[in-house]
């Protein structure tokens, strides 16, 4: 019986948080469903209603979308490159007895806790700026013309301070892996003769390969998602040079005033992330129980 009170009160507490976060969620899922259904336009609000799938034919067919669906790609799979790569690289190197070695990790981690609105102006002010940027001074030293970097490569460059705000992360997952690799193990293999190229690809690589998934499925989720950065240094151009599919439902929703046609782009998004993150559950499950 009083197991039975127990978990009638733990669900009458829990009960207002829960419908809180479903109506949270579920209110403005339904409201973007139903405006990807109108025509509504922002500048013309008498004139609207029911548009059918209109919104989505025409979302889709749009060139723009194509090239922020590609960008989007180019984006995410690239600083996933980078930084499991470099999160590898410098977790072997923090892994080892250095001076110092509290205060490194420490500058190292701290990147991370940069919000990307700053991050992007440090270094579109700071580093890329072809007058006054750091990049542009080294460049001058070395008897060579500055490179106009945000207009020039602007989705590479987008490209390079996405993967430095979130290299951190990959870092710190990966160093905790290897700081629980046994060393016994690294131990025997090297009484046998193995070099470090046969420790790292039979050892700690396959030791890695939990972290570096879970490392790839949540960077993948944040990543899908980019905009602070897009805004702030290359406002998604030149062109849609930079746009990607984030980007372009805010551009159709804020500046072209189209709250129908963002709203099937909205949808469109959440589908396609869901189905990344899908396979990428899939992935880890299969690794885990590996």
């Known amino acids: 019986m009083a197991t039975a009170n127990t978990r009638s009160l733990a669900r009458a507490m829990l009960t207002p948080s829960v419908v809180i976060l479903f109506?949270?969620?579920?209110?403005?899922?339904?409201?973007?469903?139903?405006?990807?259904?109108?025509t509504y336009n922002l500048l013309n609000p008498i004139n609207?209603?029911?548009a059918g799938f209109s919104n989505y034919a025409y979302f889709?067919?749009?060139?723009?979308f194509l090239q922020a669906f590609a960008n989007t790609l180019i984006l995410v799979l690239s600083v996933l490159a980078i930084t499991v790569v470099?999160?590898?690289?410098?977790?072997?190197?923090?892994?080892?007895?250095?001076?110092?070695?509290?205060i490194v990790r420490i500058l190292v981690i701290s990147p991370f806790f940069i919000m990307p609105t700053v991050a992007a102006l440090v270094w579109k002010n700071m580093m890329?700026?072809?007058?006054?940027?750091?990049?542009?001074?080294?460049?001058?030293?070395?008897?060579?013309?500055?490179?106009?970097?945000?207009?020039n490569y602007p989705l590479f460059s987008v490209i390079i301070i996405v993967s430095w705000q979130?290299?951190?992360?990959?870092?710190l997952i990966l160093l905790t892996a290897l700081q629980s690799l046994d060393e016994d193990q690294k131990e025997a293999a090297g009484m046998d003769g193995a070099n470090f190229i046969r420790l790292f690809t039979y050892i700690i690589l396959p030791h890695l390969s939990r972290a570096i998934t879970v490392v790839v499925l949540i960077e993948t989720i944040f990543l899908l998602s980019v905009f602070a950065e897009i805004l702030?240094?290359?406002?998604?151009?030149?062109g849609y040079a930079s746009t990607n599919i984030a980007y372009l439902v805010y551009h159709q929703a804020l500046l072209d005033y189209d709250v129908g046609g963002a709203s099937a782009g909205g949808v469109v998004a959440v589908i396609l992330a869901n189905i990344v993150a899908f396979f990428l559950v899939r992935i880890v499950g299969k690794n885990l129980d590996a």
């Open 60 to 64: 889709l067919s749009d060139p723009s």
């Open 86 to 102: 470099g999160g590898v690289l410098l977790g072997l190197l923090l892994d080892q007895p250095i001076f110092g070695q509290g």
């Open 48 to 50: 609207n209603g029911f």
């Open 23 to 38: 109506v949270w969620m579920i209110v403005p899922l339904v409201l973007t469903l139903w405006y990807s259904f109108q």
């Open 128 to 151: 890329m700026d072809p007058n006054y940027g750091i990049f542009a001074w080294i460049a001058t030293r070395l008897g060579f013309a500055p490179i106009t970097w945000l207009q």
């Open 166 to 171: 979130w290299l951190p992360f990959a870092t």
């Open 232 to 238: 702030v240094t290359t406002s998604g151009g030149p």
